[in-house]
Antibody, heavy 120, light 113 residues
């Protein structure tokens, strides 16, 4: 059974850097075709894909946020980390991590999400 | 970027009636070599993460009731709920995974009439 859980600060100040961790179980990011992505959702708004990392360390980023994002994995800890620099109030959102298999397509398993508020 | 546009933005349907949600992509998400449409549908209830319902445009995820069906190809897709149940009240999103950036529709809010 695949599970994912996000962790990180609930409140960050403007201009600060956000670091979020996704801890997962039920699959290994050292196994071929496995991937973990990050998606966010501002309150009352739609979903926005941010970044994705695959088993072979292939990384993909949203072009509009690429300069602010870094995604890494720690296979031994079953964790994926997302770093977003220069946070603004518009970045206030629930941040989800989700599982994707390279060959099967969509995000099939999601974490519960973590709400991050950007405010001074 | 592939823009995903859903219609309507909101929908009210009586219990037991059919609900239809449309999704249009700004370019085709049909991968010619596999003849698969890289299109998924998700259901999101308040306070919950999205739940995968349909992928490859028409394949139901395991455990999803058969009243949910997906259809369409290329740029035009439809999610149909054949007989609306109270537990189907939610926001529904389409998503293309044809290429990055993976993009979602703006969502359709489904309510009971």
């Amino acid at each position: 059974q695949i599970t994912l859980k996000e962790s990180g600060p609930t409140l960050v100040k403007p201009t600060q850097t956000l670091t979020l961790t996704c801890t997962f179980s039920g699959f290994s990011l050292s196994a071929s075709a496995e991937g973990v992505g990050w998606i966010r959702q501002p309150p009352g708004k739609a979903l926005e894909w941010l970044a994705l990392i695959y088993w072979d360390d292939d990384k993909r980023y949203s072009p509009s946020l690429k300069s602010r994002l870094t995604i890494t994995k720690d296979t031994s800890k079953n964790q994926v980390v997302l770093i977003m620099t220069n946070m603004y109030p518009v970045d206030t959102a629930t941040y989800y991590c989700a599982h994707r298999t390279y060959t099967s397509g969509p995000f099939d398993y999601w974490g519960q999400g973590t709400l991050v508020t950007v405010s001074s | 970027d592939i823009v995903m546009t859903q219609s309507p933005d909101s929908l009210a349907v009586s219990l037991g009636e059919r609900a239809t949600i449309n999704c249009k992509s700004s370019q085709s998400v049909l991968y010619s070599s596999s003849n698969e449409n890289y299109l998924a549908w998700y259901q999101q209830k308040p306070g919950q993460p999205p739940k995968l319902l349909i992928y490859w445009a028409s394949t139901r995820e395991s455990g999803v009731p058969d009243r949910f069906s997906g259809s369409g190809s290329g740029t035009d897709f439809t999610l149909t709920i054949s007989s609306l149940q109270a537990e189907d009240v939610a926001v529904y999103y389409c998503q293309q995974y044809y290429g990055t950036p993976y993009t979602f529709g703006q969502g359709t809010k489904l309510e009971i009439k």
